[in-house]
């Protein structure tokens, strides 16, 4: 007889079902600032919202790291009371870190995530096409 063990993981569909855990941070950025927010568990969605007077970048490595910046790999999200709708974003993504950073000027940023009960050290590195190359 085989015994089936029961294991929360990454691959794990019930984790990702339940409501998630509450996670709310915020800060503020200057020029060429960026911060890195590291979960302490596995999300299940991430809301990042401008709340300042400059855009900010959101992206999933340091803008530093491999071709972030050059390539393109972030997310714009306009100042608050800008003419682009996009001054907010949720991302239903799992992911055990993510990065904000301003290019220019100074602005403010909220910050909610959902998280899970799975273990960060379950999550493996986003880089590759779309994201680092």
Not at 15 to 38: K, M, W
Not at 84 to 103: D, G, Y
């Amino acid at each position: 007889m085989s015994t089936l063990t029961y294991r929360n993981g990454i691959g794990n569909q019930a984790a990702y079902q339940v409501s998630g855990i509450p996670f709310v941070t915020g800060a503020a950025l200057a020029t060429n600032e960026e911060d890195a927010i590291s979960f302490p568990f596995v999300t299940k969605a991430v809301t990042v919202i401008n709340t300042g007077a400059a855009a900010m970048r959101v992206h999933y490595n340091a803008s530093g790291s491999g071709n972030v910046v050059g390539g393109l790999h972030f997310v714009t999200l306009e100042p608050v009371g800008a003419t682009l709708p996009l001054s907010r974003f949720t991302f239903s993504v799992k992911c055990k870190e993510i990065f904000v950073s301003c290019p220019a000027g100074t602005t403010t940023y909220e910050m909610f995530a959902e998280l899970t009960t799975v273990s960060t050290n379950d999550m493996y590195i986003l880089t590759g096409s779309g994201l680092t190359e």
